[in-house]
Nanobody, 124 residues
């Protein structure tokens, strides 16, 4: 399984970015996906998760109401729309996938495959 994340960049506070993660190597539509982030000097933290069919979604409290996770199974892609960005959203963002079908979790340790990360920098 390979995950390729993209869409990061430099944005002013209050702005928006859309991250994408393209998966390959297996049937994408059978697996949940997660987004995580890691700021400098901090642990990797949960951002959002979406079930295989998109019916179950969860967000970290810090991004609720601002971020939207979605997926396009026909394109093997999961998205993270980030709105009203804040300086504290600055981090490397990772998409992640589990080994097990039907999996849904907020815990990074329970994911088996990770993208390379894409850097989001929010300036004031």
């Amino acid at each position: 399984v390979q995950l390729q994340a993209s869409g990061g960049g430099l944005v002013q506070a209050g702005g928006s970015l859309r991250l994408s993660c393209v998966a390959s190597g297996r049937t994408f539509s059978l697996y949940g996906m997660g987004w995580f982030r890691q700021a400098a000097g901090k642990d990797r933290e949960f951002v959002a998760a979406i079930s295989w069919g998109g019916r179950r979604i969860d967000y970290a409290d810090s991004v609720k109401g601002r971020f939207i996770v979605s997926r396009d199974n026909a394109k093997n892609t999961v998205f993270l729309q980030m709105n009203s960005l804040k300086r504290e959203d600055t981090a490397v963002y990772y998409c992640a996938a589990p080994e097990r079908k039907g999996f849904f979790s907020k815990r990074p340790g329970e994911y088996d495959y990770w993208g390379q990360g894409t850097l989001v920098t929010v300036s004031s």
